[in-house]
């Protein structure tokens, strides 16, 4: 009998399904005792089994050298399209899906596989998916690279653009790398529209005269704002004069529908849109962010994370994204100071339902 990995209290811990038409399973190392071994990734094919065990050298030589583990630990086998089950080998110590126990388990896009002293991501990425990093944006996710790709298409000419994503994404970030990347030679402002006091149009254009202007939280910009933008812009065009970029957290089409939105302006800035993916649809960039943050919080230093510390980051639901992240990595570091590996603190495994069975720190 199959055993059900994720109580309906963790279904928001799971990452969106990417929509490629052909996706191939993946395994992503994202705990090791040894640093090296983080990031490595095994691809699980239609008729190509993964089988992991103690000595097993699949993902290089003494990566899996691990008392913890029995000779035959696990075996995944891909069953119909993009789908995989793992399945124990009746091993001393067990497997584990979300911190669950499991005998057999059907894995799901965002899962996490603990054995021994090894823990896995499982996402499915697009056929033949080979990611370029950018030294901008932590992370090489199918998400990540997608909105870069689509941040980079737009960046040319002077049309307004939009970026919408929940709150603490990084929309602000991406909308200056889309400026970085159109090589505008203007001045760039931003415009904070949820601030108490937001300045008038003739005060934004008299500063920011013909470069570019981003509007952060446009869709909380006051009514009369809103109309000198859209007026600004069926004047002069979508690609002549001062560029306007937009941020939002709201369709603005809805909102206008509903009357809290000038509609003119609604339909200027969803002509081009690029949405920015939340953490959970980067499943495969929490981890190297948390490092990252972890890093910025320690002068640089390298801090590794702890087997319970993983697991517990990639359990969370994360609503408040990038923001939260780097949030939780500061205090962590801050209360832990003085530990060479960072551990999950009780305040955080307060936060998450279900059990963490055969997982150390």
Not at 333 to 352: G, M, N
Request: glycine letters at 10%; a positive charge; hydrophobic letters at 40%.
């Amino acid at each position: 009998m199959q055993d059900r990995t994720t109580p309906p209290s963790q279904a928001d811990h799971q990452a969106t399904v990417p929509r490629a038409s052909r996706l191939v399973p993946t395994l992503t190392v994202i705990y090791h005792p040894e640093l090296s071994v983080l990031g490595r990734q095994l691809l699980v094919l239609p008729d190509a089994p993964v089988e992991l065990g103690r000595g097993v050298e699949i993902l290089g030589p003494g990566a899996l050298d691990d008392g913890r583990l029995s000779r035959r630990h696990c075996v995944l086998r891909a069953e119909g399209r993009a789908e995989v089950v793992v399945e124990d080998q009746q091993s001393r110590n067990g497997t584990a899906v979300n911190g669950r126990r499991v005998s057999s388990a059907t894995l799901r896009h965002g899962d996490v596989i603990t054995l021994g002293k090894l823990t896995l991501l499982y996402t499915l990425q697009p056929r033949g998916f080979s990611p370029t990093p950018s030294p901008r944006f932590v992370g090489s996710s199918p998400a990540l690279m997608g909105m870069i790709d689509a941040v980079t298409a737009a960046a040319p000419g002077s049309g307004a653009v939009l970026f919408v994503g929940e709150s603490g994404v990084g929309r602000r970030k991406a909308a200056a790398e889309l400026h970085r990347l159109s090589r505008h030679r203007g001045p760039y402002g931003v415009v904070d529209c949820a601030a108490e006091s937001v300045p008038s149009w003739e005060r934004i254009r008299a500063k920011v005269g013909q470069g570019v202007i981003t509007f952060a939280h446009v869709e909380l910009a006051p009514m009369p704002l809103q109309r000198a933008i859209s007026d600004h812009l069926t004047a002069l065009g979508d690609d002549e004069g001062l560029r306007i970029v937009g941020t939002s957290g709201g369709d603005l089409r809805r909102l206008a529908r509903g009357g809290a939105f000038d509609p003119d302006l609604a339909e200027h800035l969803s002509r081009r849109v690029v949405a920015v993916p939340t953490l959970r649809e980067r499943a495969e960039d929490l981890i190297p962010l948390a490092f990252a943050f972890g890093r910025a919080a320690t002068g640089d230093t390298l801090r590794p994370l702890s087997q319970r510390l993983t697991l517990a980051l990639s359990l969370h639901p994360w609503p408040q994204n990038l923001r939260e992240l780097k949030d939780t990595m500061t205090r962590v570091c801050a209360e832990q100071a003085h530990e060479p590996q960072l551990k999950a603190p009780a305040w955080l495994l307060q936060q998450l339902p279900g059990r963490m069975e055969g997982v150390e720190g």
